[in-house]
Antibody, heavy 121, light 107 residues
Framework: QVQLVQSGAEVKKPGSSVKVSCKASGGTFSRYPITWVRQAPGQGLEWMGGIIPVFGTTNYAQKFQGRVTITADESTSTAYIEVTSLTSEDTAVYYCGRGGGVVVAAAVDYWGEGTLVSVSS | AIQLTQSPSSLSASVGDRVTVTCRASQGINSALAWYQQKPGKAPKLLIS???NLQSGVPSRFSGSGSVTEFTLTISSLQPEDFATYFCQQSNTFPLTFGGGTTVAMK
């Protein structure tokens, strides 16, 4: 059974950066896409981007281009998302998910538990 | 970006009711649409992919239909565990986008 375990909650100052991890177990890590989605308090879901670890290919929502970096370490079956220049509008729960297909756009059939990132001065 | 408009944004229903949620795309997305269920404080759960493909383990009371720009999620007989928020997501064109969500509450 595939499991995705995310790193713990973070509290950050405006202007700083945060890096959230997502460790996979119980399945083949490299060939399946890892997607990152966030959800601000009381709001809907927002797709941020994804990566296919074996190729290192990434796709990002244009909104986050230049401010978000998604990486993957095949040796530890761990994906990461780093968000820089944080503002209060980045306060959200960040979810990683594993796509069920072989493209970044594949629907996510396994999810991490979410990581709350709070940005406050 | 492709906009997905869900309707209604919320509804009240009783156990046993038939519930229908609509997702309308701002442009054609073939059948590249998924439906997710989310409960408070939990990650989303994939119910349906490719507009009508029911995921393994998802009860058969859930069904999806539609193509191009108009899609529907139907719950044939609402169960207590189905009170939740439902989101559609298109995967035809980057950036992937979600609908605003439909909250199904108890009447």
């Amino acid at each position: 059974q595939v499991q995705l375990v995310q790193s713990g909650a973070e509290v950050k100052k405006p202007g700083s950066s945060v890096k959230v991890s997502c460790k996979a177990s119980g399945g083949t890590f490299s060939r399946y896409p890892i997607t990152w989605v966030r959800q601000a308090p009381g709001q809907g879901l927002e797709w941020m981007g994804g990566i296919i670890p074996v190729f290192g290919t990434t796709n990002y929502a244009q909104k986050f281009q230049g401010r978000v970096t998604i990486t993957a370490d095949e040796s530890t079956s761990t994906a990461y998302i780093e968000v820089t220049s944080l503002t209060s509008e980045d306060t959200a729960v960040y979810y990683c998910g594993r796509g069920g297909g072989v493209v970044v756009a594949a629907a996510v059939d396994y999810w991490g538990e979410g990581t709350l990132v709070s940005v406050s001065s | 970006a492709i906009q997905l408009t869900q309707s209604p944004s919320s509804l009240s229903a009783s156990v046993g009711d038939r519930v229908t949620v609509t997702c309308r795309a701002s442009q054609g997305i073939n059948s590249a649409l998924a439906w997710y269920q989310q409960k408070p404080g939990k990650a989303p759960k994939l119910l349906i992919s490719d507009a009508s493909n029911l995921q393994s383990g998802v009860p058969s009371r859930f069904s999806g239909s539609g193509s191009v720009t108009e899609f529907t999620l139907t719950i044939s007989s609402l169960q207590p565990e189905d009170f939740a928020t439902y989101f559609c997501q298109q995967s035809n064109t980057f950036p992937l986008t979600f609908g605003g969500g439909t909250t199904v509450a108890m009447k």
